[in-house]
């Protein structure tokens, strides 16, 4: 079936970074961006930006920082997230989704991120 | 800050309905941009629920319904039930964002 399977959850100190993966099965990957959205814990839901799976051009949203990277591995239907220079305030579920890039149909179930010396 | 508002919660007996809003400007809804609908169960990830404003996908019962006017966007559930308990999000794009998604602030539906 169609799912986007995350790596597991990181305990990450303050300054380092982390990269998370999203490998896809189930269906043809190029033919569909993968978004990237965190949720802080007890907040709502914040979009971060896509991945353009035929390209591999990534947009940002506005306001991003420069710390986040997204990028891909096509070989194996992965794409990923490294945020650098990592704070306390990264500390969030982060949600890989599937998208056309509107209409997130397929999310992965999230990888925990927590930020703490 | 979200620039889509909806209220932190609303509440129904089993069987009701209620309606969540999601009020937004004239640089996302009201600009005529779609709106999206995702469910978040406790301790899940989201669900796609309404698309394009009014789509329900495949296994979306449809006791959920979408409408949009103005600049405001609504989800409806009629024949509130027990597993409707959940947080729910509206999405759309944003022209001051450059074409941005954005969600909405979160609305939690509590079931009496």
């Known amino acids: 079936q169609v799912q986007l399977v995350q790596s597991g959850s990181e305990l990450k100190k303050p300054g380092a970074s982390v990269k998370i993966s999203c490998k896809a099965s189930?269906?043809?990957?190029?033919?569909?961006?993968i978004n990237w959205v965190r949720q802080a814990p007890g907040q709502g839901l914040q979009w971060m930006g896509w991945?353009?799976?035929?390209?591999?051009?990534?947009i940002y949203a506005q306001g991003s920082t420069g710390r986040f990277v997204f990028s891909l591995d096509t070989s194996v239907s992965t794409a990923y997230l490294q945020i650098r220079s990592l704070k306390a305030d990264d500390s969030a579920v982060y949600y890989c989704a599937r998208g056309r890039p509107d209409t997130f149909d397929v999310w992965g179930l999230g990888t925990m991120v927590t930020v703490s010396s | 800050q979200s620039v889509l508002t909806q209220p932190p919660s609303v509440s129904g007996a089993l069987g009701q309905r209620v309606t969540i809003s999601c009020t937004g400007s004239?640089?996302?809804?009201?600009?005529?941009?779609d709106v999206w609908w995702y469910q978040q169960l406790p301790g899940t990830a989201p669900k796609l629920l309404i698309s394009f404003n009014t789509n329900r996908p495949s296994g979306v019962p449809d006791r959920f319904s979408g409408s949009k006017s103005g600049t405001s966007a609504s989800l409806a559930i009629t024949g509130l039930q027990a597993e409707d308990e959940a947080d729910y999000y509206c999405q759309s794009y944003d022209s001051t964002l450059k074409g941005d998604f954005v969600f909405g602030t979160g609305t939690k539906v509590t079931v009496l």
């Open positions: 991945i353009n799976t035929n390209t591999g051009n990534p």
């Open positions: 004239r640089s996302n809804i009201g600009a005529g941009y």
């Open positions: 189930g269906y043809s990957f190029t033919n569909y961006a």
